[in-house]
């Protein structure tokens, strides 16, 4: 942020102008000025957020389900004994388009 000792602002006119520019948008000089210390109070915003403290953080999830056990599965017949329509061994269903 500029400060009244002199210190160059965080973000410039010039910035906002090429910015401006790169995204294709018009601005009038009201309007940049205006961004340009809307920016510069976003980057103040983020340099408050670094003062904050870092909490700890929550420990890592565990898994508490089972461990899976591998058992037979049903064959391809067994499995396509119901199916209203089949073909070559696979299930058959209606045409999409």
Same mark, same amino acid.
């Given at each position: $942020?500029?400060?009244? /000792?002199?210190? !160059? #602002?965080? %973000?410039? @006119?010039?910035?906002?102008?090429?910015?401006?520019? =790169?995204?294709? +948008?018009?601005?009038? &000089?009201?309007?940049?000025?205006?961004?340009? &210390? *809307?920016?510069?109070? +976003?980057?103040?915003?983020? &340099? !408050? =957020?670094?003062?904050? #403290?870092?909490?700890?953080?929550?420990? /890592? =999830?565990?898994?508490? $389900?089972?461990?899976?056990? %591998?058992?037979?599965?049903?064959? *391809?017949?067994? @499995? =396509?004994?119901?199916?209203?329509?089949?073909?070559?061994?696979?299930?058959?269903?209606?045409? +999409?388009?």
């Amino acid at each position: $942020m500029s400060d009244d /000792d002199g210190e !160059t #602002p965080a %973000v410039t @006119a010039e910035e906002v102008r090429n910015v401006a520019e =790169l995204a294709r +948008v018009d601005l009038t &000089e009201d309007e940049v000025e205006e961004f340009a &210390e *809307q920016f510069e109070a +976003v980057l103040g915003d983020f &340099e !408050t =957020l670094d003062e904050v #403290p870092e909490v700890e953080s929550e420990p /890592d =999830l565990v898994n508490v $389900m089972r461990d899976d056990e %591998v058992e037979e599965g049903l064959s *391809q017949e067994e @499995a =396509l004994r119901n199916a209203s329509e089949t073909e070559d061994g696979y299930f058959k269903g209606p045409r +999409v388009s």
